[in-house]
T-cell receptor, first 113, second 114 residues
Framework: GNSVTQMEGPVTLSEEAFLTINCTYTATGYPSLFWYVQYPGEGLQLLLKATKADDKGSNKGFEATYRKETTSFHLEKGSVQVSDSAVYFCALLMNTGFQKLVFGTGTRLLVSP | DAGITQSPRYKITETGRQVTLMCHQTWSHSYMFWYRQDLGHGLRLIYYSAAADITDKGEVPDGYVVSRSKTENFPLTLESATRSQTSVYFC?????????????FGPGTRLTVL
């Protein structure tokens, strides 16, 4: 079946450090890929997405590139802020049948001043 | 208020009681979803609906019932709550099936079953 694997957290960084959160997927076919972010006490919000191979999604300084050859969609940010502390979820959406998001288990990011 | 809302935000109940979690969206989105979030499992789909009066099971439907008589509402009922249903529940909605359609999430309901 289709699945998403994320690195386990928490990821603990100091402010202005470089961030990478790894995400790999298994899918039969070519899914669309997403990163969602969940701030404390809130629901999930779409952070960025990519719908085909080699696409780069970007938003709020975060980036992720859809790599078909490595089935990956790693999230990166050049300089994190305390306000980036949240849980980040990688997800895929197959483009056939009824389209349901499949989520990874989430990675908690803690950024200290 | 525009958007997607859930009520109650917090609920404590006892084993065996019936509980209904409410979800309301103001966009007239066709698709609605219920997820539960548990540590180590991420989000798991309970039920989804493609339109009013059309619902289907997700990954973990046992012990839950849904209905959708109106497009904007999608209540989730736990018929006889069990401790294993202690979780945070999220409702979501989406315009359509395309990959360009964004899925929006409600703020969640934290349910504790004693």
């Amino acid at each position: 079946g289709n699945s998403v694997t994320q690195m386990e957290g928490p990821v603990t960084l100091s402010e202005e450090a470089f961030l990478t959160i790894n995400c790999t997927y298994t899918a039969t076919g070519y899914p669309s890929l997403f990163w969602y972010v969940q701030y404390p006490g809130e629901g999930l919000q779409l952070l960025l997405k990519a719908t085909k191979a080699d696409d780069k999604g970007s938003n709020k300084g975060f980036e992720a590139t859809y790599r078909k050859e490595t089935t990956s969609f790693h999230l990166e940010k050049g300089s994190v802020q305390v306000s980036d502390s949240a849980v980040y979820f990688c997800a895929l959406l197959m483009n056939t049948g009824f389209q349901k998001l499949v989520f990874g288990t989430g990675t908690r990011l803690l950024v200290s001043p | 208020d525009a958007g997607i809302t859930q009520s109650p935000r917090y609920k404590i109940t006892e084993t065996g009681r019936q509980v209904t979690l409410m979800c309301h969206q103001t966009w007239s989105h066709s698709y609605m979803f219920w997820y539960r979030q548990d540590l180590g499992h991420g989000l798991r789909l309970i039920y989804y609906s493609a339109a009013a009066d059309i619902t289907d099971k997700g990954e973990v439907p046992d012990g839950y019932v849904v209905s959708r008589s109106k497009t904007e509402n999608f209540p989730l009922t736990l018929e006889s709550a069990t401790r294993s249903q202690t979780s945070v529940y999220f409702c979501a909605s989406r315009t359509g099936q395309g990959s360009t359609d964004t899925q929006y999430f409600g703020p969640g309901t934290r349910l504790t079953v004693l």
